[in-house]
Structures are given as C-alpha cells and as structure tokens.
C-alpha cells in the first residue's frame, strides 16, 4: 500500500485548506484511516481518524470543531478539511492506515505504532 498526500500549503491564521491522501494497492475500502501531524521538534500527534465505510470518527481534541475527515472509497482517498486555522496547526501532516479492528470506546487509533502504513507528509504552514 502506498498513500499520497498533497495539499498542504501557507495560509493565514482564520483561513481554510483542504488536504488529500490517496492510496493505491491494498483494500482501500476495508482500512481505518486517519491523519497526524508534526511540528519541528513535537511528536507525531493523532489529528482524525475515520471507519472503513466513512463512519465512526474522532478528532483530537485540539481540532474538533474545526477539523473534518471524510472519504471517498471509490477513489481511494481521504479528505481533511481543515477550518478556522492556527498558527499552532502548522506542522507536516502525515496519512496513516490500518487493516486492524478496534472496538468502539477505545482509542487505540491514536497511537502511531498501530499503522500499518504512512504517506509521506504534506506541510502545512498556518501565519499569523
């Protein structure tokens, strides 16, 4: 499985973007995807994640309210709306996917060692 992210860019603080993450290879349809990110010299922090038929999502809690993930199966990718940027959000954002199941209530999703596969990330630069 290999996933692709794109659409990271500079935006000001208050303003929106749009990420992207497409796979190829694998049972796109049958994984839990979900979406990390990084600034310079913090760890690798849970973002969103969603269920295999679009269902079932979490979002960190510094995002909720702001941040939506959805997905196409029938494209293979997943998409992070992102509204109301931070400079706090800036950082590269990173895909993940995992074949694994977990049960409603845990929150097993939010470590990274649970992934199966990483994109590259896509930077993501919020001014203020």
């Known amino acids: 499985v290999q996933l692709q992210a794109s659409g990271g860019g500079l935006v000001q603080a208050g303003g929106s973007l749009r990420i992207s993450c497409t796979a190829s290879?694998?049972?796109?349809?049958?994984?839990?995807m979900s979406w990390f990110r990084q600034a310079p010299g913090k760890a690798r922090e849970f973002v969103a994640t969603?269920?295999?038929?679009?269902?079932?999502?979490y979002y960190g809690d510094s995002v909720k309210g702001r941040f939506t993930l959805s997905r196409d199966n029938v494209k293979a990718t997943v998409y992070l709306q992102m509204n109301a940027l931070r400079p706090e959000d800036t950082g590269d954002y990173y895909c993940?996917?995992?074949?694994?199941?977990?049960?409603?209530?845990?929150?097993?999703?939010?470590?990274?060692?649970?992934?199966?596969?990483w994109g590259l990330g896509t930077l993501v630069t919020v001014s203020s």
């Open positions: 969603i269920g295999w038929d679009g269902g079932n999502t």
């Open positions: 290879g694998g049972s796109f349809s049958t994984y839990t």
């Open positions: 993940a996917s995992s074949s694994k199941v977990y049960y409603v209530g845990t929150n097993v999703y939010t470590g990274t060692s649970w992934y199966d596969y």
